[in-house]
């Protein structure tokens, strides 16, 4: 298991996309990459947002959202895309220093370009077949989880 | 009425006046425009014949009349009035002025009105002068074509984004095909023999292929697109590094590719570079298979501004009569199982190409190699961001 400090802490990934089908594929492909960290779903940008500030269906406990240690972020998504996700949590200071990997269709410039300027971390083209996504979460798993040194969580405000 | 002297044409009126005079009256009704010449209280004192004739209106109606009085009034247009009565008076000259207006007798026109106010001495009375031209015809043409470029501009943005998003939302569930195709012939591998694979490795061919198809079609959909500016670029360079990109295609088809001189010109470098692949891609691809491939990228003519390069091989070639075809969307010429591809190769390079302002030909015979001529200009002043 891929720890997240000194204190031997499994990180918990979070995972934003609004396509069922996606997700699914996803989180097949970080099982077939050997990445077994807890995994959280979100179905956009707006639950994302009350997932991180643990508001609506996650307040109360914090059990029911603990903070993640890498958020993989769809860009179009409905009600609140993941552009402007980014930008809002990048735009948080508590927030902000939480690893971003967008892992998008788009492959657009545009989106890149934007995407970087807002601040996020890595910028992934969802790769076309599954052995792709699988080698792209491996090398994922292998530098978010093993090679990066990660900020501690901080205490919770 | 005034008591003026009052002139009709020039017919009638040639005893006692000077040559010098005669002569200008004679030009005066010889011009095929209107003219009017009017007095500072916008009374005709003379016109030409060019005028009875396009307002259907006689020399005794109109001579004294005041402007705006004459035949039932038609020339009574505000805009005139205003046009006559205070900008004359304040700028002493109106050019190409438009007066769009239903005459009665001629229905609706588009009068082009010049007019000057003259005055000869600080004596002598101010005189207008004012020639109409009609062009109801020009101006409605120009209408037309300026709607129809627009309808144009209009549908070929619209085809553009049609393409751009039919082709970018397709991949998602083709992604999905091949991706959970993919998983089904992982996981149900043991149960899977014989026709039942089969089946599933034909479906994600298939699926493949489209794959290819829809990012083909969606790089063709961006070309009129690019936001890329045109700087200049050397197209030598682009050259010799698509070589490089190709090299293992060269070396597994034991090909060899010359590059020569190649002009440096403005252009939009990737897509420069997208039309070198594809052509070189195109020529290793179709060679003979009893002969190693020979390339030869050169310049063939520098002229008015433009340079033609020319992509040589050896290949298999094609009939002369499908020198156009190629250059069509989807198009093949040879089945799928001898070469692979979309068709879409070559329709991209002609819409590159297209977008530089230039042209591009192909001319070959079967059996006997293809040359690819692309005339591109030098310079695209003018043409930035062009569609």
């Known amino acids: 298991m891929m720890m997240q400090d000194k204190h031997k802490i499994p990180i918990t990934i979070l995972i934003c996309d609004d396509d069922e089908d996606d997700r699914m594929l996803t989180q097949q492909a970080l099982e077939d990459a050997h990445i077994s960290n807890e995994l959280r779903f979100v179905d956009d940008g707006e639950q994302l947002l009350d997932y991180l500030y643990q508001r609506g269906e996650y307040a109360g406990e914090t059990g029911a959202a603990p903070r993640p240690g890498l958020i993989l972020l769809d860009l179009n998504m409905p009600k609140l895309d993941g552009r402007e996700a980014l930008q809002r949590i990048k735009g948080d200071a508590t927030l902000v220093d939480i690893p971003i990997v967008i892992l998008t269709t788009s492959g657009l410039d545009a989106d890149v370009i934007r995407s970087y300027r807002l601040g996020v971390n890595s910028f992934i083209t969802k790769p076309v077949t599954f052995s792709g996504l699988v080698e792209a979460m491996n090398v994922l798993g292998k530098y978010w989880l093993e090679i990066v040194e990660l900020p501690p969580t901080p205490t919770l405000v | ?387």
């Open chain 2, 1 to 387: 009425m005034s008591d003026e002297k009052v002139s009709g044409t020039s017919s009638g009126a040639a005893a006692g006046i000077p040559p010098a005079e005669r002569l200008l009256l004679d030009i005066f009704d010889t011009v095929r425009e209107p003219l009017l010449v009017l007095d500072a209280e916008f009374r005709v004192t003379r016109t030409n014949r060019a005028f009875f004739q396009t307002f259907r209106v006689t020399p005794e109606g109109t001579i004294g009349k005041v402007l705006f009085d004459l035949g039932d009034r038609q020339w009574d247009i505000p805009p005139l009035r205003a046009l006559l009565r205070d900008r004359l008076v304040a700028e002493r000259e109106l050019y190409d002025v438009d007066v769009d207006h239903v005459f009665p007798a001629i229905g609706r026109k588009i009068m082009l009105l010049n007019a000057r106010l003259v005055t000869h001495g600080p004596d002598e009375p101010r005189v207008i002068l004012l020639a109409i031209e009609d062009v109801t015809e020009r101006r409605l043409t120009e209408r037309r074509l300026a709607a129809q470029r627009f309808e144009l501009e209009r549908s070929n943005t619209a085809l553009n984004e049609f393409a751009f998003v039919a082709s970018h939302d397709l991949q998602e569930p083709l992604r999905k095909i091949l991706s959970f195709g993919e998983r089904l012939g992982t996981s149900a591998s043991p149960l899977l023999e014989g026709n039942p694979r089969h089946y599933l490795e034909r479906m994600l061919d298939a699926a493949a292929r489209m794959r290819t198809l829809i990012s083909d079609l969606l790089a063709y959909s961006q070309i009129a697109t690019s936001e890329t500016p045109f700087v200049t670029t050397d197209l030598a360079v682009i050259a010799h590094a698509v070589v490089a990109d190709l090299e293992t295609t060269i070396a597994d088809a034991g090909a060899r590719v010359d590059v020569g001189e190649l002009p440096v010109i403005e252009a939009d470098a990737p897509q420069m570079r997208q039309l070198f692949q594809n052509l070189l891609a195109n020529a290793l691809k179709f060679r003979r298979h009893d002969a190693p491939a020979v390339v030869h990228v050169a310049t063939s003519s520098q002229l008015n501004g433009t340079r033609t390069i020319t992509v040589t091989d050896n290949g298999i070639g094609f009939k002369q009569e499908h020198r156009e075809k190629i250059f069509r969307m989807f198009e093949r010429l040879n089945s799928r199982a001898q070469y692979e591809g979309s068709g879409m190769g070559l329709a991209i390079c002609r819409k590159i190409v297209e977008r530089h302002g230039g042209t591009i030909a192909a001319t070959s015979s079967a059996g006997q190699g293809t040359t690819f001529s692309v005339m591109l200009p030098v310079t695209q002043a003018g043409r930035e961001y062009a569609p």
